[in-house]
């Protein structure tokens, strides 16, 4: 299955860090390159097309040298999901931060490491919607989807 997902990094005067992510480099895990948003203060959008190429995004973003590392927000919204994703650094490390009436969902993992780790589905709770009978709140796959 091809998932589309679209991740914004917002990082407050943070032009010098992000902007070798703005050139392609196939030394990377994860493939593509930031474009800038043109906010004044700073931000920058990916897409992805498929979950193999994102692998590693997160772990890449929190590995760089942000001055100011608390302010660094990354926004992330696969196609299935009924709204962005929160990440922010705490303790060296992007973390997903809990949103006011939402929950993550995850299929079961796969049987082999053929296939990437799945991000789950972030989905809201007040909408009334019947979550999926395969679908669990645990983290079934111990991977990093990102």
Not at 14 to 28: F, G, H, K, N, Q
Not at 44 to 59: A, D, M, N, T
Not at 61 to 83: F, I, M, R, Y
Request: charged share 25%.
């Amino acid at each position: 299955m091809s998932r589309i997902a679209q991740v914004i990094v917002l990082a407050t005067y943070e032009d010098e860090v992000m902007e070798p992510l703005t050139r392609w480099d196939d030394s990377r895990s994860w493939k593509g390159k930031f474009e800038p948003l043109g906010l004044f203060v700073g931000g920058w959008v990916i897409e992805f097309h498929r979950e193999r190429p994102r692998s590693g995004l997160l772990k890449h973003l929190e590995s760089l040298p942000w001055t100011n590392p608390g302010s660094v927000q990354v926004l992330v919204h696969d196609e299935e999901d009924d709204c962005f994703g929160l990440w922010m650094i705490h303790d060296g490390r992007l973390v997903e931060v809990s949103l006011p009436r939402t929950q993550r969902f995850h299929p079961p993992a796969p049987s082999s490491d053929e296939f990437p780790p799945s991000p789950g589905y972030l989905w809201r709770t007040d909408t009334g919607s019947t979550v999926p009978a395969d679908l669990s709140a645990e983290r079934q796959d111990p991977r990093p989807a990102w």
